[in-house]
């Protein structure tokens, strides 16, 4: 029943894209409405060798147009927390709310893009008919898909790639269509998984510059996993520093940085002050095997 | 002038020279030879110094240093020019040919092995030029293994029951195209094309009823490799009392047959798709079909593809073996069996000719289309 419904609040987020850009410093960054709001919720898995417990008593609650940075050693369940915002994963303890909603009911809404810590892109279709995967799914007509195409592959620098495939393409290249392909949808929260792990530095900042400014004028909300401290620090209004065995959050930091951001801002004090108190958050949780 | 080794042309030399030690080709010359009164046809009157001539002038001549292509058009003209008149005659006189028949046979044969090793290290700029190689090399393989079994079966006077010469099962071929095609018509066309396409499609529907319902998978796999390790030679003539004489039983074989390597390659195909590659389909709330249909099934199609070559060849099997079992009087099964009883083993073979090819073409077309689906598969975009 609520297909049309669905499809109508689709191209109402999709005017918001199409709208001429405004400078990110004018759009306002409510706080009020809390897109992810978990209590208490923990996570155990059953394996051979007795239960591994993946989150434990995780509290956290992000709000619209948040940009939210998950850090922490591996193993310590950032992966998991993701994946049970996404509902790929049942909690076994606790609750968890996606826009007001169970996961399960935000997924079926379509209430997130997810991208995977690798690109997994499908080797039989090409660049374009992988971004175009999730469009056909939700049943977007195809002038507005080859337009969606267009625009996202523009905004990952892969134009001129649309009829490659997936295997003739570099790592970095790969994992730049997954993103495109996350974005293509247009959903309003984006859960990315180490997006840029696999790529060299100068193209992780030129990735990080274009996702910030996405950020800053789709008002998206973003929970982003990442093992690079001055990544986190660069892109994040707040970064949870968290601890493993079991997985649990040990730190929330809040960034003070401003909302416009250079990438020589790395260089300022500031920066380097809150990048030190994750250092110490991250040196604490260790500290405990 | 500088020379080129290569050790087949020596060795076929070599062999020259041995023949040359020996009086006469055949038994008919030593005849001839001993009895000058007697007019008898000798074979190999005059021929037998031309075809040494012709094979020592071919093997030297390759061991100069010529343009690759030169060396291996002589050494083509050589050998099959050799080939040609050996075989042309012991035609007459079979059974009676002494060891430098042999030796000269195997001096073509070497002759011939140089060339394709000639003409496969050759890498031609066009592309067109490539293609043809590609194709002459397996066609000069197919050539000499016609001509060994000709001259051998011929010289040495194999019986016409054990193995006939290639070219009386040619003669037989040409001659009696409207039977065979009759046969070809019965068990190609009507029981292995029906038995094959129903067989696949519901191994194919079977299996993805069984991926979706799980106690479907665990009832039907078992009863699958059960009935797949029945004997043929056991359900043929069950199916054939039946269902009755004509291609409908044929076809119930090969769909028995058929079924169970589809059902059990499609379901390892439908798993075969990874778990992030699903998840992201669960991601978008992609409901059953759409991730069958846009996941599943493509990343399945290399083990389909290999399920459906698997039962092109068990599907002629099974179709030309039940048809022993009872079969209106046409059919390539029904002809082998009775040909064989009448000791008309040229026809046998020529049935066997037929087969061969036509599952040559069905592997073939397959393999084809294979490329074409699964061109993203490792395995084809590597090679
Ligand atoms: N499906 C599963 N079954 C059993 N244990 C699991 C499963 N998935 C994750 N785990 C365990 O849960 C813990 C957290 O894993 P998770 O993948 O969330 O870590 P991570 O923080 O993402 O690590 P990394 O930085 O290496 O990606 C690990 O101890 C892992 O072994
Ligand atoms: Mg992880």
């Given at each position: 029943m609520d297909r049309s419904l669905k499809l109508l609040s689709f191209s109402a987020a999709m005017n918001v894209i199409a709208s001429p850009l405004k400078p990110a410093d004018v759009v306002p960054r409510p706080s009020g409405a809390s897109v992810v709001e978990a209590r208490g919720l923990g996570l155990t898995f059953k394996t051979n060798d007795g239960p591994v417990q993946a989150l434990t008593d995780v509290n956290l609650s992000i709000g619209k147009g948040e940009f939210v940075s998950f850090i922490g050693p591996s193993g310590c369940g950032k992966t998991t927390f993701l994946r049970v915002i996404a509902d790929l994963e049942r909690p076994t303890a606790g609750t968890i709310h996606v826009n007001g909603m169970t996961p399960e009911q935000a997924r079926e809404a379509r209430a997130y893009g997810y991208v995977f810590q690798a690109a997994a892109l499908y080797p039989w279709r090409t660049i374009e008919h992988n971004v175009a995967l999730p469009l056909e799914i939700m049943g977007i007509g195809k002038a507005e898909r080859e337009e969606r195409i267009k625009r996202t592959l523009a905004l990952v620098n892969l134009s001129g790639f649309e009829k490659k495939f997936p295997w003739q393409l570099s790592g970095g290249m790969q994992q730049r269509a997954s993103i495109a392909r996350a974005l293509a949808f247009d959903a309003d929260l984006l859960l990315m998984d180490e997006?840029?792990?696999?790529?060299?530095e100068i193209v992780r900042d030129h990735l990080n510059e274009q996702l910030l400014q996405l950020w800053a004028r789709t008002n998206k909300t973003i929970c982003f996993v990442t093992h690079s401290i001055p990544e986190a620090v660069y892109l994040s209004t707040r970064i949870v520093v968290m601890s493993p065995r079991p997985g649990r959050v040990t730190d929330v930091i809040e960034s003070t940085?401003?909302?416009?951001?250079?990438?020589?801002?790395?260089?300022t004090p500031e920066f380097l002050a809150i990048a030190h108190r994750v250092r110490e958050g991250l040196r604490a949780g260790h500290s405990y095997d | 002038m500088r020379l080129r080794f290569a050790w087949q042309p020596v060795l076929a030399l070599a062999l020259l020279i041995l023949a040359s030690f020996f009086p006469s080709m055949t038994m008919g010359a030593l005849d001839a030879e001993a009895n000058p009164t007697a007019t008898v046809q000798v074979p190999f009157d005059g021929t037998s110094t031309l075809i040494s001539l012709l094979l020592a002038a071919g093997a030297i001549l390759s061991l100069v240093r010529l343009p690759k292509t030169a060396e291996a058009l002589i050494l083509l003209v050589a050998s099959f020019g050799a080939a040609w008149m050996l075989v042309s005659g012991i035609s007459g006189a079979e059974g009676s040919a002494l060891a430098p028949f042999f030796l000269k046979l195997a001096a073509s044969w070497f002759l011939a092995w140089r060339a394709a090793s000639v003409l496969s290290n050759l890498s031609p700029i066009s592309a067109s030029a490539r293609t043809l190689l590609r194709l002459l090399v397996p066609a000069l393989f197919g050539a000499w293994v016609l001509i060994l079994w000709e001259a051998i079966v011929r010289g040495a006077g194999v019986p016409f029951i054990l193995l006939p010469p290639p070219s009386a099962i040619g003669l037989r071929l040409v001659s009696s195209v409207p039977t065979l095609w009759a046969d070809v018509n019965q068990t190609i066309f009507k029981s292995v094309i029906a038995g094959y396409v129903a067989g696949c499609g519901l191994g194919f529907g079977a299996a993805v009823l069984a991926d979706r319902y799980g106690f479907l998978r665990r009832g039907l796999l078992p009863i699958g490799n059960m009935v797949s390790a029945l004997p043929i030679i056991g359900v043929a003539p069950i199916l054939v009392n039946l269902l009755g004489f004509d291609w409908q039983s044929k076809a119930a074989v090969v769909i028995v047959m058929t079924f169970f390597p589809m059902l059990v390659n499609t379901i390892a195909g439908l798993s075969a798709s990874g778990h992030m590659e699903r998840d992201l389909m669960r991601t978008y709330a992609s409901n059953y079909w759409q991730t069958l249909l846009k996941l599943r099934l493509p990343a399945a199609m290399p083990f389909i593809f290999n399920a459906l070559k698997i039962n092109s060849t068990l599907a002629l099997i099974g179709a030309i073996v039940a048809e022993f079992f009872g079969t209106p009087v046409v059919g390539m099964g029904f002809r082998i069996s009775t040909e064989v009883g009448r000791m008309n083993i040229d026809m046998v073979w020529a049935e066997i000719a037929v087969a061969a090819l036509v599952g040559s073409l069905f592997y073939g077309g397959l393999a084809l289309a294979e490329r074409a689906v699964t061109f993203w598969h490792p395995s084809v975009r590597g090679g």
């Open positions: 997006p840029f792990g696999a790529l060299d940085l401003p909302h416009e951001r250079p990438l020589d801002i790395r260089e | -």
